[in-house]
């Protein structure tokens, strides 16, 4: 994963899987379904640049991020993103509002120009949703579950190399003066 230097988006999606009952570390109480937690790395235009190993379900994001080693590849970029989920870590992340207060005006204008830039990791899970083994719940063995998305990573980089829409920063410039 090449992202020296790169400004980066992190975010977390969830593969469904059949019901595991057998396997508790699977269910995610967020969710209430029974998956796998995917660690998804993207460029500021939306580019997919990494996937994590597929974690328990049950695990937070920034635990998915620190057990898959991405937060040391992370270290050495220009920087990253994240949600709410990656509170604590190294990254750029959501101000929390604190208990018994309101949440002061700069505080919600950075946290919606951060929703904004965070914009193109959430459009990178849906196209990798898009394709339909993520899609529907995944019935397979889960030692194979890794396999699987790497070549989903890896036809969607090729997807995105060989697509007559090119990515480009004018859709994220978009959103970012919509208002």
Request: overall charge positive; glycine content about 10%.
């Amino acid at each position: 994963m090449v992202v020296r230097d790169k400004v980066c988006l992190v975010d977390g999606t969830l593969v469904t899987v059949v019901n595991w009952r057998h396997r508790a570390d699977l269910y995610s109480g967020k969710h209430r379904r029974y998956g796998m937690n995917l660690q998804v790395v993207v460029d500021l235009h939306g580019r997919l640049l990494g996937i994590s190993r597929p974690r328990p379900g049950s695990w937070h994001d920034s635990h998915c991020l620190a057990a898959s080693g991405l937060a040391e590849a992370l270290a050495g970029s220009g920087g990253w993103i994240g949600d709410a989920g990656y509170q604590g870590c190294d990254g750029i992340s959501p101000i929390k509002k604190k208990p018994g207060t309101d949440r002061a005006t700069a505080d919600q204008e950075f946290n919606t120009v951060l929703a904004k830039l965070r914009a193109p990791g959430e459009w990178a899970n849906a196209h990798l949703k898009n394709w339909r083994i993520l899609a529907t719940r995944y019935r397979g063995d889960l030692g194979r579950l890794d396999n699987v998305t790497a070549a989903v990573c890896g036809l969607q980089i090729l997807n995105e190399q060989f697509s007559e829409h090119r990515l480009s920063f004018d859709r994220v410039h978009s959103v970012l003066i919509s208002e």
